[in-house]
């Protein structure tokens, strides 16, 4: 009855995927950002925006290692792409561990005002050997990054794919309307700072200390600016989610 009753509905969506992209409204889906924007290489090396290196924080360390956490993104919060956060420290770090069970659950912080991090929720663990694959580095090479909005077209078909996925199983109403090389793209992890992004998981994230539902921040793919693998998994991706009130970040893993 449920497989009969999603076909009905899916029959009354416009064939639009522009049409069906509207339905992604902030409150379907709240984002710290409404513009998306991509994540490339800065080679004028002008960027106050960086991915990889180490954290800047105090006491950015990993609860199970007892290492310092990786970074992936490092954001200058008073860029004027991002003022809009309200972010209070001067830098909005992306920080997690792949070595341990620590991104098996949301992994969630905040930064105080001396500039120490403050771990809220933390999956605890053993450290594995040799995972996600040998001589796995501590910290990624820093790259300089801009922010660049991404392409329109593409924009509005992550909205569109992002609703069938999340209101209809087993891909109904994809096939109809993405072929299958579009499909792929728009289904391969990718770097990406607000908007509305590809999920695998349509969970909603709480903030611990309000309650409410954390707004989308970013996603990190696979590979890093400079081509350095994070999991070596083209299909794993690490989402950040914002309490702005809160000044709160979360951080967990998905996959395939």
């Not at 954001?75 to 003022?83: F, G, I, R, T, Y």
Request: proline share 6%; net charge negative; aromatic share 10%.
């Amino acid at each position: 009855m449920g497989f009969v009753r999603s076909l009905i509905q899916l029959a009354k969506l416009p064939k639009s995927r522009a049409a069906i992209a509207q339905r992604v409204t902030p409150d379907y889906f709240p984002r710290a950002l409404e513009t998306a924007y991509g994540i490339a290489l800065d080679n004028a090396g002008s960027s106050a925006h960086q991915m990889g290196g180490k954290p800047s924080w105090k006491n950015a360390d990993c609860p199970n290692c007892q290492k310092p956490l990786q970074r992936f993104l490092s954001l200058d919060a008073s860029a004027p792409e991002l003022v809009s956060l309200g972010w209070s420290a001067p830098r909005l770090e992306l920080l997690l561990c792949w070595e341990c069970p620590l991104g098996q659950d949301t992994f969630t912080y905040r930064v105080n005002a001396a500039n120490e991090l403050e771990i809220l929720h933390a999956q605890r663990g053993e450290p594995e050997t040799d995972f996600p694959y040998e001589n796995y580095p501590r910290w990624f090479a820093e790259a300089r990054v801009n922010l660049e909005p991404l392409d329109s077209e593409l924009d509005i078909d992550l909205r569109a794919h992002f609703y069938l996925g999340k209101e209809f199983e087993d891909g109904l109403g994809v096939d109809e309307r993405f072929d299958i090389h579009r499909h792929m793209k728009i289904s391969t992890p990718r770097h990406q700072v607000g908007g509305v992004p590809f999920l695998f998981d349509w969970s909603e994230t709480l903030c611990p200390c309000c309650g409410n539902r954390m707004e989308f921040l970013a996603t990190v793919a696979d590979r890093t600016v400079v081509g350095e693998a994070i999991v070596d998994n083209d299909y794993v991706q690490s989402v950040a989610y914002l309490c702005r009130r809160c000044q709160v970040v979360s951080m967990r893993q998905e996959c395939d």
